[in-house]
């Protein structure tokens, strides 16, 4: 199974959305961005929300048959590992090998040894790379620098990938994605390249990576970091792909993958600009940001739908702690700048969705209302069907704000 050039990772957290997201790929194909879907969605949300991977493959099915959409698309056991992944197998065709427990611990010794011996060639020697300023030069000492972080997770990934493709029935059956991104550890263009080498040597068919970028990924929020450093990093990382790739006979497919936490607008013009350079495909996972459209619809909505997007938020923010924990390393909430619920139960609609949505020239937006409700969704997994029903009731302007975000704020900036 061949995943295409451009491909997107949505989530879509009470698998209401799946059609409106949907559109939103469409009517980029329609205009030629030919951008495939895959929805995502990880053990940890299944898990909050109460949810099973079979529920995503039905959605999306559903979904599929109702817009009629005849192209390709998946299903991503996101961020899966061999104590969870058979819960995946059946419903799943793309999986996200997430190995970053592994990173930063050493392999056997004497596997690093053969790993140096094995790829002697690249050390120690200045290495030529299309699209790299400089040749790249990688001693010794460096490898096996590399190989102490990065070999046994990439073992990990190997063991992980034989499993599921035999249970899958064969390499064809499967997509699979090695990720690192998960980690303390940001992984440079050199380490890339070793890991490539790696990956190789396990015989894995990846068909994306995912690294850990230098800067901060937030969940739902644009990126902080130094721009230029990541524009640097990312440029080079596909190069050093596309080397890779020849060199080590990897799949002629194979390209990055950006887990973004979503929202990542200050580095998507970079990385349209570099796809386009190198002629390149990419991966982009984004998180959970529908289920922040659903408010923002609800909200729109104005009456019983406003009322029920005031009320999570009064129910969260009672629940500050219990609710960003599981998501400490990636969300950065003030607590200082949290409207108290007593003000934004007097909000007006516009009150409301100024400060929810992602647009960081209105004077109204709050990246900390929104951090602290892009976690609030267990909230609205336990008001369960008096949700599920205000989305119902609601269903034109949840739609529409779907769709819209999607199409306008993330496919268009990055592969239009
Ligand atoms: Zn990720």
Redesign the pocket.
């Known amino acids: 199974m061949q995943l295409a050039k451009y491909s997107m990772g949505v989530g879509d957290r009470f698998g209401r959305e799946a059609l409106s997201q949907l559109r939103a790929v469409m009517a980029a194909q329609a205009r030629g961005i030919q951008v495939v879907p895959v929805w995502n969605k990880s053990n940890r949300e299944h898990t909050i929300i109460g949810t099973e991977p079979a529920d995503v493959r039905d959605e999306v099915t559903a979904a599929v048959m109702a817009a009629g959409y005849y192209g390709e698309y998946h299903v991503d056991a996101d961020?899966i590992g061999l104590g969870n992944v058979d819960w995946f197998m059946e419903a799943s065709d793309f999986f996200?090998l997430?190995v970053a427990d592994f990173t930063g611990k050493p392999a056997a010794q004497a596997d690093i040894d053969a790993f140096i011996a094995r790829h002697r060639d690249l050390l120690d020697t200045p290495i030529a790379i299309d699209g790299l300023a400089a040749p790249m030069t990688v001693t010794e000492a460096e490898a096996r620098q590399i190989a102490a972080k990065f070999l046994l997770a990439v073992q990990e990934a190997g063991k992980l990938y034989r499993h599921i493709e035999q249970a899958k029935g064969g390499a064809d059956a499967l997509i699979a994605e090695v990720?690192m991104?998960?980690t303390d550890l940001p992984q440079r263009p050199t380490d890339m390249l070793f890991i490539l080498a790696a990956i190789a040597d396990e015989g894995i068919p990846a068909q994306t990576i995912?690294p850990k970028f230098s800067g901060r990924f937030n969940k739902g929020v644009d990126y902080v970091g130094d721009l230029a450093q990541f524009e640097r990093e990312f440029n080079e990382d596909l190069a050093v792909i596309a080397y890779a790739v020849k060199r080590f006979a990897l799949p002629k497919n194979l390209k990055l993958s950006v887990?973004s936490g979503s929202d990542k607008f200050s580095i998507y013009p970079i990385m349209n600009k570099a796809i386009k350079r190198f002629g390149a495909g990419l991966h982009l996972?984004t998180a959970g940001t529908t289920w922040l459209e659903e408010l923002i619809g609800l909200a729109e909505a104005g009456g019983s739908g406003l009322a029920i997007a005031k009320k999570i938020y009064a129910a969260a923010y009672g629940r500050f702690d219990e609710l960003r924990k599981p998501y400490a390393t990636v969300i950065d909430i003030d607590w200082n700048k949290l409207p108290a619920p007593e003000e934004v139960n007097n909000w007006t609609t516009e009150a409301f969705t100024g400060a929810l949505r992602h647009d960081q020239k209105c004077p109204l937006y709050n990246r900390h209302f929104r951090q602290m409700l892009h976690v609030a969704f267990k909230v609205a997994a336990e008001l369960g069907t008096e949700y599920l029903n205000a989305l119902k009731e609601h269903e034109a302007a949840v739609a529409r704000n779907v769709s819209v975000n999607i199409l306008e704020r993330h496919i268009l900036p990055v592969f239009g």
């Open positions: 961020h996200t997430d990720s991104d998960e995912a887990h996972k």
